[in-house]
């Protein structure tokens, strides 16, 4: 029992290493859950607001862009029409979207917003929300690099668990999931298309 526990510490610890050099490595492009500006067509855009801090996804607290991005994409639920207020104040009804609820910080008053639309992707099959926002790069202060750390690690423990309980709802399938010839592919696939700084973020999720 000792060895399990003490292998399953020096994973995480490898893990949390792995994903400190990353961050560091792009410490000049770590993004913030504040809205620069919005992408073409997004739909968010009808609820959302420029400089909208996001605080949290259906109730989970976000501290990071890509924190926030997955939240989006995960949490979401695809709705077959939402009504929304357009700029001069009509109703504009969308459809086949995804809609989720996000607490934003706006104007120093903390707001819930309701059923929140982006647009539908798929993904292995099953329908995800896209994030349809630019945001604000965050300073590259010793805090938020540390921010940063415990918010990547703490992400791909909660992937991890969202895809377990993904393929037990029927969500996942099990051809989604990875062997080692996948996670190599994957590796090599990232390494052509990315660079070589987002492999050390696949190593940081292999221990």
Same mark, same amino acid.
């Given at each position: 029992?000792?060895?399990?526990? #003490?292998?399953?510490?020096?994973?995480?610890?490898? =893990?949390?290493?792995?994903?400190?050099?990353?961050v560091f490595i792009i410490r000049n492009s770590l993004g913030s859950t504040v809205i620069y500006?919005?992408?073409?067509?997004?739909?968010?855009?009808?609820?959302?607001?420029?400089? !909208?801090?996001?605080?949290?996804?259906?109730?989970?607290?976000?501290?990071?862009?890509?924190? #926030?991005?997955?939240?989006? #994409?995960w949490e979401a639920v695809k709705t077959p029409s939402v009504e929304v207020t357009g700029e001069?104040?009509?109703?504009?009804?969308?459809?086949?979207?995804?809609?989720?609820?996000?607490?934003?910080?706006?104007? =120093? +008053?903390?707001?819930?917003? +309701? !059923?929140?639309?982006?647009?539908?992707?798929?993904?292995?099959?099953?329908?995800?929300? +896209?994030?349809?926002?630019?945001?604000?790069?965050?300073? /590259?202060?010793?805090?938020?690099?540390?921010?940063?750390?415990?918010?990547? /690690?703490?992400?791909?423990?909660?992937?991890?668990?969202a895809a377990l309980g993904g393929i037990f709802t029927g969500r996942v399938g099990f051809e989604?999931?990875? =062997?080692?010839?996948?996670?190599?592919?994957?590796?090599?696939? /990232?390494?052509? /298309? #990315?660079?070589?700084?987002?492999?050390?973020?696949?190593?940081?999720?292999?221990?």
């Open positions: 029992m000792l060895i399990i526990v #003490a292998g399953g510490i020096f994973n995480l610890i490898t =893990g949390v290493i792995f994903f400190a050099i990353f500006d919005f992408t073409d067509d997004a739909v968010s855009s009808y609820v959302l607001k420029q400089n !909208d801090k996001i605080l949290e996804v259906n109730g989970k607290k976000v501290g990071i862009s890509s924190d #926030a991005v997955f939240r989006i #994409a001069n104040g009509e109703k504009i009804v969308l459809e086949n979207v995804c809609v989720v609820d996000l607490t934003v910080l706006r104007d =120093g +008053e903390v707001l819930l917003l +309701e !059923d929140v639309p982006f647009s539908s992707g798929e993904s292995d099959g099953f329908s995800m929300a +896209e994030a349809d926002f630019i945001v604000y790069r965050d300073a /590259t202060d010793v805090k938020n690099i540390f921010k940063h750390i415990f918010y990547q /690690t703490k992400l791909s423990v909660d992937q991890v668990w989604s999931v990875s =062997g080692p010839i996948g996670v190599t592919n994957a590796i090599n696939q /990232t390494a052509n /298309t #990315a660079g070589y700084r987002f492999v050390i973020y696949f190593a940081a999720l292999l221990p």
